[in-house]
């Protein structure tokens, strides 16, 4: 390999920095998207039964194995009941449906935002932020990655939510259905808050969708214990992220008074953050700035999580354990300083004692950014398994 002069170094720089710029511009163009009439729907195109198409659209993205994908606006059930819009997009392999069907996997995505221009079914990079599709697709599965509401559709998204983000999930596998013919069988599959949403519709599936057989939860470095998640990431620059969007969604979604435990001072940083996505380099980069000066100024109650009612909401938000006959694929980062190694070894030690089979992938070297992305071909695999019918293998035990 020839030598690195600076000259070559400041052309590759440039070539990085042009394209981080065209990354940016892209996605600061999503925002009217958003807001299009695709993702709004009246009153009277709402109502009706969870699940149902509202509208639905091809789109022209390159899938894996010349897969179709279609954007898809579906009903779906709000925080108190109400009938909401929600979106997302599903993945449907090329060729004629085989007679037995093809399953589907519910792909639930990790942090993106909390406002409707960050839904990812408006990402030029969809595809790639679905970890594990091209072993899907390549499978003959169908893929159904809803949104959650308040992505895309014109509400604040209730990030962090359980309950939400599972009836979305729940609904995307009907409204997958509906659009293909697919039999009720599915599995979910999610990282990061994704992987909470994934615990969340083990939860509420036999409740709110009885109608669907769920053979397997798989989540890697889900959000677990959030009191917890929170405390431990409080003085880190992605835990001050974390920690700005739920006090600000959550003081939308829940009424919870933001005002007793963030500073004046820091009000218009939470709410600059709140409004930017977290989909490429460039969002990244582009949040530093702010996130910095939180470390200046930002929580007037440190302990925020230990005081109502934020406490309540942490600890609603929180998974319990599953119905024991669900089987659970559980993948961890030893190097994931947001999700700590041991809240994840803690949750599946819960599961084991409920009853549940739990396997355990730990990677020790990965962080929380690549949790998903190197363990998604071991999920994809133990989800086939469970498709197959064989027996769940179970880490429960093993110490």
Do not use: C
């Given at each position: 390999m020839g030598q690195i002069t600076d000259a070559t170094r400041g052309l590759y720089l440039l070539r990085v920095l042009v394209a981080l710029c065209v990354i940016g511009i892209w996605f600061d163009s999503t925002a009217a998207l958003a807001q299009s009439p695709f993702y709004r729907a009246p009153q009277p195109e709402i109502a009706g039964r969870p699940g149902t198409l509202i509208r639905q659209e091809t789109l022209g993205l390159q899938a894996p194995f010349g897969a179709s994908v279609v954007r898809v606006l579906y009903r779906s059930t709000g925080l108190h009941g109400e009938p909401i819009p929600v979106s997302g997009a599903v993945i449907i392999p090329p060729g004629p449906m085989p007679p037995e069907g093809r399953p589907i996997i519910a792909w639930a995505h990790p942090t993106t935002g909390v406002v409707p221009r960050c839904a990812p079914s408006l990402a030029m990079f969809l595809i790639q932020q679905?970890?594990?599709?091209?072993?899907?697709?390549?499978?003959?599965?169908?893929?159904?990655?809803?949104?959650?509401?308040?992505?895309g559709t014109p509400e604040t998204h209730p990030y962090l939510v359980g309950e939400s983000e599972a009836r979305a999930v729940l609904d995307s596998v009907r409204a997958a259905r509906e659009l293909t013919g697919a039999p009720a069988r599915f599995a979910v599959w999610g990282h990061s808050q994704g992987g909470q949403a994934a615990l969340f519709t083990g939860m509420l599936a036999k409740s709110y969708a009885p109608e669907l057989e769920l053979i397997g939860v798989a989540a890697a470095a889900p959000a677990t214990e959030l009191g917890t998640l929170l405390a431990d990431d409080i003085d880190t620059n992605g835990g001050r992220n974390l920690t700005a969007m739920t006090l600000w969604s959550w003081s939308r979604v829940f009424n919870a008074p933001i005002d007793r435990v963030v500073v004046p001072d820091a009000m218009p940083v939470v709410d600059r953050l709140a409004g930017e996505c977290i989909e490429s380099i460039y969002d990244i980069l582009r949040r530093r700035g702010p996130t910095r000066l939180l470390e200046q100024s930002f929580l007037a109650e440190k302990d925020f999580y230990r005081i109502e009612p934020w406490r309540e909401l942490m600890a609603k938000n929180t998974p319990g354990t599953l119905p024991p006959h669900i089987p659970v694929f559980l993948a961890q980062g030893g190097a994931d300083g947001l999700v700590r190694p041991q809240v994840t070894r803690d949750y599946m030690k819960r599961l084991c004692a409920?009853?549940?089979?739990?396997?355990?992938?730990?990677?020790?070297?990965?962080?929380?950014?690549?949790?998903?992305?190197?363990?998604?071909?071991?999920?994809v695999a133990w989800m086939a398994d469970r498709f197959a019918g064989t027996v769940p293998p179970s880490d429960c035990g093993s110490g």
């Open positions: 679905i970890q594990g599709v091209r072993e899907m697709v390549g499978r003959g599965y169908i893929v159904a990655a809803t949104d959650y509401p308040g992505l409920a009853g549940s089979k739990v396997q355990w992938v730990f990677m020790p070297s990965v962080n929380h950014g690549f949790a998903a992305r190197n363990s998604a071909q071991a999920a």
